[in-house]
């Protein structure tokens, strides 16, 4: 089955520096991925979609400026939050699909958890 | 009014019992329905997915969509404790998923 690895699982980070989050994809190219945001007890928000050689679409209200996606390959998408800070600390996920599944067969990588101190 | 409506629990039920879990929607676009159960600090993985209306079973789960009443729901038979976690339900419309905000399910021994 499809297999999204992201790293790290956790990263602890001082206020104003930045960090890079990775998803892959493993065992099949990925054309699109997506990056969500999951606050204690809340679902999934859809921050962006990355995709392949090109500028990822951001959702209304998410600072593009701030969190930096790139998408070099087929299988490797990136999220840097630039300058965080602890109203950034948050889980982090990211899920990619197969082309033919895409509309249902979503995998996610196991998530980021990001403390800002 | 959110697209996609879901209680967010916690549900807690004795083991061996069956966990009914629903979603309602707005928008009469989405076409796929899914079902991902995520354990904490984990990401959500795949349960189950329909098309349009109808039923559909895989082992002890069943889910159904009834898309005249923009209304779906999970169904887990003879539940177990390790079935104890969040689920979320979604749905997509040209690819991009709208998350429900997840039930919490304890079962108990």
């Known amino acids: 089955g499809a297999v999204v690895s992201q790293h790290p699982s956790w990263v602890i980070c001082k206020s104003g520096t930045s960090v890079k989050i990775e998803c892959r994809s493993l065992d099949f190219q990925a054309t699109t991925m997506f990056w969500y945001r999951q606050f204690p007890k809340q679902s999934l928000m859809l921050m962006a979609t990355?995709?392949?050689?090109?500028?990822?679409?951001?959702e209304q209200g998410v600072e593009k400026d701030k969190f930096l996606i790139n998408h070099a390959s087929l299988t490797l998408s990136t999220l840097t939050v630039t300058s965080a800070h602890p109203e950034d600390s948050s889980f982090y996920i990211c899920?990619?699909?197969?082309?033919?599944?895409?509309?249902?067969?979503?995998?996610f990588g196991s998530g980021t958890r990001l403390t800002v101190v | 009014q959110k697209e996609v409506e879901q209680d967010p629990g916690p549900l807690s039920v004795p083991e061996g019992a069956i966990v009914s879990l629903n979603c309602t929607y707005s928008n009469s676009a989405f076409q796929y329905f899914m079902w991902y159960r995520q354990y904490s600090r984990k990401g959500p993985e795949l349960l189950m997915y329909?098309?349009?209306?109808g039923n559909k079973e895989d082992g002890r789960f069943t889910a159904q969509v009834d898309k005249s009443s923009k209304y779906i729901s999970l169904f887990i038979r003879d539940s177990q404790p390790s079935d104890s976690a969040t689920y979320l339900c979604?749905?997509?419309?040209?690819?991009?998923?709208?998350f429900g905000a997840g039930t919490q399910v304890v079962v108990t021994p």
């Open positions: 990355s995709n392949e050689g090109s500028k990822a679409t951001y």
């Open positions: 329909t098309y349009s209306s």
């Open positions: 979604a749905m997509s419309s040209w690819g991009k998923l709208q």
């Open positions: 899920s990619a699909s197969p082309n033919s599944t895409v509309n249902y067969g979503y995998t």
